[in-house]
C-alpha cells in the first residue's frame, strides 16, 4: 500500500504535454508537474507561454485547433525526452452571450478550443501511448457540462462534449494502459474572461462566492487534482469526472 501514498514526486521522469499552459490553470498544471519532477511541454497560443521556459520546461507557442499543432507538439515531447506520458488538455475559451445573438464563427471559435483542440491532441498522445502501452490523460471539463446557464450555451455544449469524449477515450484507451479522465471545474479565478470584460477575474471570485463552500478556487487547487488524476494513485479511476466546484453540483444536483 506505501507505493499509492502521496509524494512530492508522483510524477517524477514522466513526460508530461499541457495545453492552454500560458495562464490560469494551464500554468499551474505545467508548473506544478515541473516542480515534482516532470519534464512537459508547454503549449499555447498566447506568446505568454515562453516566460516558463526552464530546465526540462519547453514552451511552444501553437493554436492547438490549427492543422498539424498537435501532430507539433507531441513530437517535440519525443525528440526532446523520448516519450510521452501525460497530456492535460486544458485550452479554453467562453463568452458570454445569448443563443440568438451568437455568430456561427462565435460558436466555432469556443468548440474548436475546447472540444475539437482536445480531439486532436488526444488522438495523436494516444498513437505514442499505445505503443508505450501506459499513459494518463485528463481533460479539464466544468460543472457547466451538467448544468445549464443562459448566456453560455457554447461553452456548456463544449463542455458537454468534452465529457462524453472523456468517456469514450477511456473506454477505447484502456485496454493499452491509458487512463483517461476528467476534472469538472467550477469558478476559478484566471483571465479566461479578459478577453471580453475587464474585471474577469473579480466577476470569477465574486461568482464563485455562490458556491456551498463561499469562494472561487485558485489555479493551483485544480493542478493539485491533475496531478494526482495523472499519477499512478488513480490507477484504479477510468472515465472518471472528479467534480471540483466547491459543491455547486451538490447543491444544484
Not at 507505493?3 to 508522483?10: H, I, M, Q, W
Not at 501532430?71 to 497530456?87: H, S, Y
Not at 445573438?101 to 460558436?107: G, I, K, P
Request: aromatic share 6%; net charge negative.
Amino acid at each position: 500500500m506505501s507505493t499509492f501514498l502521496s509524494t512530492p514526486n508522483e510524477v517524477a521522469g514522466k513526460v508530461v504535454l499541457v495545453t492552454g499552459a500560458a495562464s490560469g490553470i494551464g500554468r499551474s498544471i505545467a508548473e506544478l508537474m515541473h516542480q515534482r519532477g516532470a519534464r512537459v511541454i508547454a503549449e499555447d497560443v498566447q506568446p505568454e507561454v515562453n516566460q516558463l521556459a526552464a530546465e526540462n520546461l519547453i514552451p511552444l507557442v501553437a493554436d492547438i485547433t490549427a492543422d498539424g499543432a498537435a501532430e507539433q507538439a507531441v513530437t517535440l515531447a519525443q525528440n526532446a525526452f523520448g516519450r510521452l506520458d501525460i497530456l492535460v488538455n486544458c485550452a479554453g475559451r467562453i463568452l458570454y452571450k445569448p443563443l440568438i445573438e451568437l455568430t456561427r464563427e462565435e460558436w466555432q471559435w469556443q468548440m474548436e478550443t475546447n472540444v475539437t483542440g482536445a480531439f486532436l491532441h488526444s488522438r495523436e498522445a494516444m498513437k505514442v501511448m499505445m505503443q508505450q502501452r501506459n499513459g494518463a490523460i485528463v481533460n479539464i471539463a466544468s460543472y457547466a457540462a451538467y448544468f445549464a446557464f443562459p448566456g453560455i450555451a457554447a461553452y456548456t455544449a463544449s463542455k458537454g462534449a468534452l465529457v462524453q469524449l472523456t468517456r469514450t477515450q477511456a473506454l477505447e484507451a484502456i485496454a493499452y494502459g491509458i487512463r483517461v479522465n476528467a476534472i469538472g471545474v467550477g469558478d476559478v479565478v484566471t483571465n479566461i474572461l479578459n478577453h471580453f470584460r475587464e474585471d474577469g477575474r473579480e466577476f470569477l471570485a465574486e461568482h464563485g462566492r455562490n458556491a456551498p463552500i463561499g469562494r472561487a478556487a485558485q489555479p493551483q487547487e485544480i493542478a493539485e487534482i491533475a496531478a494526482f488524476l495523472a499519477s499512478d494513485r488513480a490507477s484504479f479511476m477510468v472515465g472518471s469526472v472528479v467534480m471540483a466546484d466547491g459543491g455547486i453540483s451538490v447543491q444544484i444536483g
